[in-house]
């Protein structure tokens, strides 16, 4: 069990905090010592997790602050507070999602639900929190991708799935787009001479309502999730899965563009490792093409005071 260096001192903001990997990594952060944010959607769940750990661990430094990834206008009040109380971040993980839907869903400000919430919120809270990053020593975005990028293609034609939309393809899109994210802004902070690790990770096949709450989107009556099936494969509990992100965020030993998961069969389960990037993940010009296109959608760019 991969054991979190002390992060005393620290600040550490976790996007989708109230459950699975989000709960289970700003649980343990909290237990190294951190002062962590619980950057959630449903505030009353974020203060129920914060409740479960603070029992944990009464001497945390706990925060529960309202985001809704899918509204750019709840991303712009939630880093515009982080900025006016000018404490600098040392880890934002970006771990909040939604999969796969079972029909098309869209954002407040009319992007596909999945494309909106798990990559473009991301991007712009990122951005938006840049200036109390460089403020740290060091600091590290971490951004949960998943082993469906592998699956994935950003269609530039049809970003949104407008035209021709399945469920997985569009989540697939959405993780695919996660990594590239990460391993561009790995790019720029090279390029600018940032103190900044921005790096990726995905938690194999891990046991959370995620694909349950996907798949129950937009319905009156409870449904089995789209991928029932998966239980015949090997699977683990959240404490595991999230190690890949709790290693890429807080290791000594990770490194700038790097991508981790597990490393047992087919990526599913294990020990954390440096896994290989997809293919679909190696092209930095398809990289470059989508900040510059999610630049245009959320209106956000690098401060110009960077």
Request: hydrophobic share 45%; charged share 15%.
């Amino acid at each position: 069990m991969y054991r979190v260096p002390t992060q005393h001192g620290k600040l550490c903001v976790v996007t989708g905090a109230n459950s699975g990997t989000g709960k289970e990594a700003a649980r343990r952060l909290a237990g190294a010592g951190a002062n962590v944010v619980l950057a959630v959607r449903n505030v009353d769940k974020g203060a129920a997790a914060l409740e479960a750990i603070a029992a944990q661990f009464p001497a945390a430094t706990l925060t529960v602050r309202e985001l809704d990834l899918a509204d750019l206008a709840s991303v712009e009040r939630f880093a515009a507070a982080m900025v006016e109380e000018n404490v600098p971040i040392d880890v934002l993980l970006n771990n909040g999602g939604v999969m796969a839907p079972p029909t098309r869903m869209e954002s407040v400000d009319g992007f596909e639900l999945q494309f909106a919430t798990n990559f473009l919120g991301h991007f712009a809270v990122t951005l938006r929190l840049l200036p109390l990053l460089l403020a740290a020593a060091g600091p590290t975005v971490t951004t949960m991708s998943s082993s469906a990028a592998a699956y994935g293609r950003i269609t530039f034609d049809d970003l949104q799935r407008q035209r021709h939309y399945r469920p997985f393809t569009a989540y697939a899109q959405s993780k695919l787009a996660d990594l590239l994210f990460a391993q561009h802004l790995a790019l720029v902070a090279n390029e600018r001479g940032w103190d900044l690790m921005s790096n990726a990770t995905h938690p194999g096949y891990t046991r959370t309502n995620l694909f349950d709450a996907g798949a129950n989107l937009g319905r009156t009556r409870p449904k089995r999730s789209l991928f029932g099936d998966l239980r015949y494969l090997p699977a683990q509990g959240v404490e595991q899965g999230t190690e890949p992100m709790l290693y890429g965020a807080t290791s000594p030993d990770a490194t700038n563009g790097a991508y981790y998961g597990p490393r047992g069969p087919l990526g599913l389960t294990g020990a954390t490792t440096l896994v290989a990037t997809p293919r679909r993940a190696r092209h930095p010009e398809v990289a470059a093409r989508l900040w510059s296109v999610a630049e245009g959608l959320t209106g956000v760019t690098i401060p110009a005071s960077i």
